[in-house]
Nanobody, 118 residues
Framework: VQVVESGGGLVQPGGSLRLSCVVS????????VNWFRQAPGKQRELVAT???????????VYADSVKGRFTISRANAENRVDLQMNTLKPEDTAVYYC?????????WGQGTQVTVSS
């Protein structure tokens, strides 16, 4: 299983970024995908989750700190999950990681840096 994140960068407070996570080596449509983040000196925290499954709509869960600002979505035909981040705050600064669990094994990407600063 390979997990590759992209889309990070430097953005001013109030700005937006769209992160992408491409997963290979799984039956992607049934895989639950998670976005985590880790800020310097802090523990890694779960930001958002999107469930896999056979239905056309996927359930989502968000951390309280990002509800109403972040949106997670998936494009199964492209083996991709996106995290749209709006109204970014300096406290959103972190390395963002994507992970999946496939046959009991958890796979992580290398992470993508998001910096929110003026």
């Amino acid at each position: 299983v390979q997990v590759v994140e992209s889309g990070g960068g430097l953005v001013q407070p109030g700005g937006s970024l769209r992160l992408s996570c491409v997963v290979s080596g799984t039956r992607f449509s049934v895989v639950t995908v998670n976005w985590f983040r880790q800020a310097p000196g802090k523990q890694r925290e779960l930001v958002a989750t999107i469930a896999g499954g056979i239905t056309t709509t996927s359930s989502t869960v968000y951390a309280d700190s990002v509800k109403g600002r972040f949106t997670i979505s998936r494009a199964n035909a492209e083996n991709r999950v996106d995290l749209q981040m709006n109204t970014l705050k300096p406290e959103d600064t972190a390395v963002y990681y994507c992970n999946v669990r496939w046959y009991g094994e958890i796979s992580w990407g290398q992470g993508t840096q998001v910096t929110v600063s003026s």
